[in-house]
């Protein structure tokens, strides 16, 4: 499995290329530090959808030696991994310009990217080539733009809810929110495995 997870970095040589000079021009631009953790969390894993999608690497995949299990697995396991990786090389280029970020930027942007994943993987596989890139950059755009409004509206809304969670303390408001996207993450990945089992290539 280690080797399918290993696969995604030596098919997109050329686009981790562009992966530096891309979260550059974020922190630059003076994007915020959560958006820029979000973005180079989607970079890889993304990518590799999207290539996997033109070339059907799919049936390639199936004729190997590997489970639907472990292919799903390594899809979710390369994920995080990825992500692990991006977000150490985009706090190393806020260091190094001086640029300022805390631990609260990383674990939102890795949070966003988890729950961002755990809603579009499946989609890889319910949906026909052709249509999944296009879907989920549009679901991207939406996050990124709409998704704070969002917030703040439903925040204003249900405000004896967002009351109760500002009175917490801000290890169970961590702990809990960790345990909930663990949780999302997990479900999905369960979902994608039960729709890959039932796929015809």
Known sequence: MFHLIKRDVILQKKQL???????LF????????VLTFLVASV???FNTYAYDEMAETNILLNSLPYTRNEIIAARYLGAVFYMVIAIGLTSAAFFSFGKLFSITDIALGS?????????????FYILKPGYITTVVLIGFILLSTMGPPVFLYLAEQFSAITDFIMNLSIPIVYTGSTVLIMLIYLLSWGLSTAIYQRKVF
Do not use: N
């Not at 290329?17 to 979260?23: A, D, H, M, N």
């Not at 974020?26 to 530090?33: A, E, G, K, L």
């Open 111 to 123: 949070g966003l990217f988890l729950l961002f994943a755990a809603c579009t993987f499946p989609l």
């Open 43 to 45: 970079f890889i894993p």
């Open 26 to 33: 974020f922190i630059f631009m003076d994007v915020h530090p």
């Open 17 to 23: 290329l562009i992966f530096i000079p891309f979260i």
